[in-house]
C-alpha cells in the first residue's frame, strides 16, 4: 500500500469540505436524543425539529444529513440568522416509521468549508404505549427473561429524589418497563414491524386516591403518581400522540381496603387524562380477577370495571379470570405472558388493523333473569 507522508494528510483533512478538526460551540433549542423515538402521525412519518445557536458569526449556513439506515437519505441546507455573537438556524426533516434507524449530522457551512457540530444517532419513529397501574403492572423481569431489542425503547427512571428524563432499551436494569410490557412492545414489533416506546408508570400497593392526587398548580409535578407519569410523558415530547394506554388497578381498594367512591374517583381520573393526554388511541382498562378477600364492595367494583367502555369514550375493558399461574393476587411468568399476548392482539386490532379477532373481547353481560319463579336458577 502506498504511504503519503504525514503532512499531506494534514492538508486533507483542513482543507476537505465537510472534514476538519475545528470547532465550534452550539446552544441547541431543539436537538434530538440518541435512542430517541418520535411518535408517526397519520402520515407514517413524523417531523424531527433542529434549532440552535451557533456561539460565532463566522458561518453562513448551516446543513444537516440525515442518514437512514446508516446510509446518506436526505441533505437540507440554511442560511442563518445573525444576532449579536450568534447565528441561528433550524430545520425540521421528517423521518419514516418502521424498522429504520436514523442519523442526523450538522455542520456549519463557511464558503467551501464545513465544520462538524453535532451528531445524533439511533433515533426511530414508532408508536407510544403508556401503563399505569398497581403490582400487576409493574416493571417485573424473572431472571430468566434477556429479551432485548434496540427498535423496543423506554423513557424515564423513577430511581432517585427526581425521575430521570433518559432513552433507554426496554429490558435493562436502569428504567425497566416489566415483562408485560415488554412482551407486547416484542409482539407489536415481531408481527407489525413497528418500534414502540412504552413508559410504564405502575406502583406496586398503590391506591386509587394515590393515583388521582393531582397538582392542579403543576399537573406534572414528578413528586405525586399522576404527575410523575405526565412528566415523562411531555419530557418525552409524546403526551399528544398516544396509541395506547393500559390501566390496571382495583386490588388495593378490593382486596383489604375500601371500594367506596371507587366510580367517582375513575370518572375524576378520566377527566384528567382527557385533559393531559388529549389525543389516546384507546385506553385498556383492566377487570380485578376474582380475590380472597371478603370484601362486599370488589363485586361491584368489578362489574364497573367491566361496564367502562359504557361510560368513557375509546375504551376496552380486559378481563383476567382465567389468566394462568394465578396466587389469588399475583400471576406468575404464565399469567404474564398470557396477559400481554391478550392485551396486544387487542392493540394490534385497534392500531394495526390485525385480522385476527376470534376470541379477542372479553364478555360483557347485558342481561341476566331467573329461570324459574322459584328464582333458584339464573
Known amino acids: 500500500m502506498k504511504k503519503y507522508p504525514t503532512i499531506y494528510l494534514g492538508l486533507l483533512l483542513v482543507f476537505s469540505p465537510f472534514i476538519t478538526i475545528a470547532q465550534v460551540g452550539i446552544a441547541w433549542q431543539k436537538w434530538p436524543a440518541d435512542l430517541q423515538l418520535y411518535p408517526r402521525d397519520n402520515q407514517n412519518r413524523a417531523e424531527v425539529p433542529i434549532a440552535g445557536k451557533l456561539q460565532s458569526v463566522s458561518?453562513?449556513?448551516?446543513?444537516?444529513?440525515?442518514?437512514?439506515?446508516?446510509?446518506?437519505?436526505?441533505?437540507?441546507?440554511?442560511?442563518?440568522?445573525?444576532?449579536?455573537?450568534?447565528?441561528?438556524?433550524?430545520?425540521?426533516?421528517?423521518?419514516?416509521?418502521?424498522?429504520?434507524?436514523?442519523?442526523?449530522?450538522?455542520?456549519?457551512?463557511?464558503?467551501?468549508?464545513?465544520v462538524l457540530v453535532a451528531t445524533r444517532d439511533n433515533i426511530?419513529?414508532?408508536?407510544?404505549?403508556?401503563?399505569?397501574?398497581?403490582?400487576?403492572?409493574?416493571?417485573?423481569?424473572?431472571?430468566?427473561?434477556?429479551?432485548r431489542n434496540n427498535f423496543v425503547r423506554a423513557f424515564g427512571n423513577s430511581a432517585g429524589s427526581v425521575p430521570d428524563t433518559v432513552w433507554r432499551l426496554s429490558n435493562i436494569q436502569q428504567g425497566q418497563v416489566g415483562l408485560i410490557a415488554t412482551e407486547i412492545q416484542r409482539l407489536i414489533l415481531e408481527k407489525h414491524g413497528m418500534p414502540t416506546c412504552l413508559i410504564n408508570g405502575s406502583v406496586g400497593g398503590s391506591s386509587i386516591k394515590s393515583h388521582i392526587a393531582r397538582n392542579a398548580?403543576?399537573?406534572?409535578?414528578?413528586?405525586?403518581?399522576?404527575?410523575?407519569?405526565?412528566?415523562?410523558?411531555?419530557?418525552?415530547?409524546?403526551?399528544?400522540?398516544?396509541?395506547?394506554f393500559i390501566w390496571r388497578q382495583g386490588e388495593n381498594e378490593a382486596g383489604g381496603g375500601s371500594a367506596i367512591g371507587y366510580e367517582q374517583d375513575i370518572q375524576t381520573l378520566f377527566g384528567y387524562w382527557q385533559t393531559d393526554y388529549p389525543n389516546v388511541g384507546k385506553f385498556y382498562v383492566v377487570q380485578n380477577n376474582l380475590l380472597p378477600d371478603s370484601n362486599k364492595g370488589a363485586s361491584q367494583l368489578r362489574d364497573f370495571q367491566r361496564r367502562t367502555p359504557q361510560l368513557f369514550p375509546r375504551t376496552e375493558a380486559i378481563a383476567t379470570v382465567g389468566l394462568a399461574a394465578y396466587d389469588g393476587v399475583h400471576y406468575g411468568q404464565a399469567g404474564q405472558y398470557q396477559f400481554a399476548s391478550e392485551v396486544f392482539r387487542l392493540i394490534a386490532r385497534d392500531v394495526y388493523n390485525s385480522s385476527d379477532l376470534n376470541g379477542i373481547t372479553s364478555p360483557s353481560i347485558r342481561k341476566a333473569y331467573y329461570k324459574t319463579a322459584e328464582k333458584k336458577e339464573v
Not at 442518514?67 to 430545520?91: D, H, I, L, P
Not at 413528586?223 to 405526565?230: A, E
Request: proline content about 4%; hydrophobic content about 35%; glycine content about 8%.
Open 217 to 244: 398548580a403543576n399537573p406534572a409535578d414528578p413528586k405525586t403518581l399522576y404527575g410523575r407519569l405526565l412528566y415523562w410523558a411531555q419530557k418525552a415530547g409524546v403526551a399528544n400522540k398516544v396509541k395506547a
Open 124 to 147: 426511530v419513529c414508532g408508536d407510544v404505549i403508556l401503563c399505569m397501574g398497581q403490582s400487576n403492572l409493574t416493571g417485573f423481569y424473572p431472571n430468566n427473561y434477556s429479551y
Open 59 to 114: 458561518y453562513s449556513h448551516a446543513s444537516v444529513w440525515v442518514y437512514k439506515n446508516n446510509t446518506k437519505w436526505k441533505y437540507m441546507r440554511t442560511a442563518v440568522s445573525k444576532t449579536g455573537n450568534e447565528s441561528q438556524f433550524q430545520f425540521t426533516p421528517t423521518i419514516e416509521a418502521g424498522l429504520h434507524q436514523y442519523k442526523f449530522v450538522v455542520y456549519a457551512v463557511a464558503g467551501s468549508d464545513s
